[in-house]
Every structure is written in structure tokens, then in C-alpha cells.
């Protein structure tokens, strides 16, 4: 059974960072992709950020770029996200998704596995 896990959402202030983790287990998570997406109250979930396993090749979203960063370990079969300089429309629940992604890393429907999320709220 494949599992997902994600860790180290919290109360920020605007300008504070913040690391996430998300865990899998139950899959050979070196062959597989891996994202994060979030969504706020009322909006669409949104792409974050993504990392290809077959070079690592690295995806972000226009409003992340430039702060958050993705990482993987595979001997830990762990996927990392660090946020730097949070702003308040960073607020959401972000979600950790692993799949054998086939066309647009964009896209939520393209993955397999999802975590239940871990809410991040950034106050102004």
C-alpha cells in the first residue's frame, strides 16, 4: 500500500521560511516523480513545484520561482520543499504527489499519489 506524507506546515510570519517533507512508502520511489501542489480556500489547486526522477529536472510556478526550492532524497524517499521569503498569498494546503507523470508536470492529474496535505498560513 503507497502512502504519502507531508510535514512541517505551520504559522509564519511574511518574510519567514518554511520546509516541508513529504515521505512515500510502499513504492520504489526513485523511479517515480514527484510534486508539490497547493490550494487555497475558494481556488483551484495550484502547481508549485516538481522534480523529474529519471535527471532531475526541476518544474516551478511563476509565483514560486526565485523563493521555493524542491529537493529530493531517494535514500530517504523523501521530496523537500523550501520556501523562502513567504507571503501571505503563500497561505494554502500544500500536497505532496508522486506518480510516473506522462506529458505536463503541471497538471494534478497526472500524478498517482497524494498526501493529505499540510496547511501553511503566512501572516502579513
Known amino acids: 500500500q503507497v502512502q504519502v506524507v507531508e510535514s512541517g506546515g505551520g504559522l509564519v510570519q511574511a518574510g519567514d521560511s518554511l520546509r516541508l517533507s513529504c515521505a512515500a512508502s510502499?513504492?520504489?520511489?526513485?523511479?517515480?516523480?514527484s510534486g508539490w501542489f497547493r490550494q487555497a480556500p475558494g481556488k483551484e489547486r495550484e502547481f508549485v513545484a516538481a522534480?523529474?526522477?529519471?535527471?532531475?529536472?526541476?518544474y516551478y510556478g511563476d509565483s514560486v520561482k526565485g523563493r521555493f526550492t524542491i529537493s529530493r532524497d531517494n535514500a530517504k524517499n523523501t521530496v523537500n520543499l523550501q520556501m523562502n521569503s513567504l507571503k501571505p498569498e503563500d497561505t494554502a494546503v500544500y500536497f505532496c504527489a508522486v506518480g510516473r507523470v506522462v506529458g505536463s508536470y503541471y497538471e494534478a492529474a497526472r500524478y498517482t499519489y497524494w498526501g493529505q496535505g499540510t496547511q501553511v498560513t503566512v501572516s502579513s
Open positions: 522534480i523529474r526522477w529519471i535527471d532531475d529536472k526541476i
Open positions: 510502499g513504492l520504489t520511489f526513485s523511479i517515480f516523480d
